[in-house]
């Protein structure tokens, strides 16, 4: 029998958030107005760790942003985003770990609040094939509306998308002997409560609590590798 290991991104794989890096990015860049464009996305992120943030009002500011540049300008900012602030964020310890994973021959996922624009590249770069991630909309000549598609793959969204993809595969998560899911937030409580190896990975205070109050075990990822 297979096992499935899940994985939230950002500070779970990677140290930094890429979100919040990809609207700094475009800021330094000055794709965007800094002022305002950085007020934003420092409210966003900040009740993003506090537990507070609507999901879709940001994903629909996110990407709403992404709406104003044809589709060859996004992927050229994001090719220098990438070598800019992704590549050097890319640590032998989250390789290490998809490794332990990859030669058990578990189905491995990465499933994350960020936008597929984002997040695709990096799923690639850490050579993970799948990624659930939020979904923009696209117009019939493959620009981005600025709109989502679907539910937000964020919180209760993420256990909406992952039942929804595996049973695109004829799956359930009770087909798989153990599931594993690494996450750093407290956000991601409603999928990490539903695998058989729950672990909470570079936990914020809120889930290492949670994790310690229902004996999750703990996993300092990045810990030697700041």
Known sequence: MQNIALF????TLLPIDSDYEWGQFLCRVGAVDADEFGRRNAEFF???????LDPVEYLEFALGTLAQFSRQQLNDYHAQF????IDP????????????HQEQND??????????????????ALGV????????????????????RGVPTSGPGKVTHLHAWLAQQGKQLSDFTKSYFYSDSQNDIPLL?????????????LLLAHAQANDWPTLQLFAQQH
Do not use: C
């Open 107 to 124: 189905l491995i996922a990465i499933i994350t609040a960020t936008n597929r624009f984002v997040t695709q590249p990096i799923a690639q």
């Open 129 to 148: 094939e799948h990624l659930l991630a939020a979904e923009p909309h696209f117009d019939e000549q493959g620009n981005l509306t600025g709109k989502l």
């Open 46 to 52: 900040a009740q993003y760790q506090a537990g507070t």
């Open 193 to 205: 409560s539903i695998v058989t190896h729950p672990i909470a990975t570079n936990p914020n205070q």
């Open 82 to 85: 990438m070598q800019e602030v």
């Open 8 to 11: 939230d991104l950002d500070h």
């Open 89 to 100: 964020a890319l640590l032998p310890a989250a390789f290490d770990l998809l490794k332990q």
